[in-house]
């Protein structure tokens, strides 16, 4: 299983499309506390549409708390201070759940984390110009590395709702 772990997110938005990906993914969100929002705010209500009523969201107070409670061994972080791209790592060969940590927006993973797990430190390759990614854009890289690593487990490769062949199926006036 994929767990997204977010440090004290602080964008609605991001957390909203988060949630949105995880659900869509199967992936399990943890999130860290304090936010820079309320959790039921309704901008991250719109970024999340009603896939947070589905998705499986676990909070915690503070990173104890969280590594206490999930003693999580598949862990990575992605941080502009990693040296490895995400397809570096094998995630296929690994055993148990894979544990993805994002940092929040402003500052990252604190380096009081980071400097005693940077044998699993990732940077998204960029132009040396460029600090960073939105945290949902990477969120979604991470998770969709792992997921095409695995073979996509359990997730719908045809279109579900309208059936695979509703194209096919159906013609309509292309200006429409």
Request: include cysteine; hydrophobic fraction near 40%.
């Amino acid at each position: 299983m994929i767990n997204v772990v977010l440090y004290q997110p602080e964008i609605p938005q991001n957390t909203g499309n988060i949630v949105r990906l995880c659900m869509a993914s199967g992936a399990v969100l943890h999130l860290i506390k304090p936010y820079g929002f309320v959790l039921n705010e309704k901008h991250l209500k719109r970024a999340a549409m009603d896939y947070i009523l589905e998705a499986e969201i676990h909070e915690y107070t503070c990173w104890e708390e969280f590594m206490a409670t999930n003693q999580p061994k598949n862990i990575f972080f992605l941080t502009r201070y990693g040296h490895r791209a995400p397809g570096e790592f094998r995630y296929d060969e690994l055993e148990g759940d894979i544990w993805l940590v994002f940092g929040k927006e402003s500052t990252g993973i604190p380096k009081h984390i980071l400097k005693d797990h940077m044998d699993h430190g990732i940077r998204l390759p960029m132009v040396a110009e460029a600090r960073s990614l939105n945290l949902s854009n990477c969120v979604a890289i991470m998770v969709y590395e792992v997921l095409r690593q695995l073979d996509y487990p359990g997730l719908a490769r045809d279109e579900v709702l309208k059936g695979p062949d509703f194209v096919e199926r159906n013609q309509w006036d292309e200006d429409h």
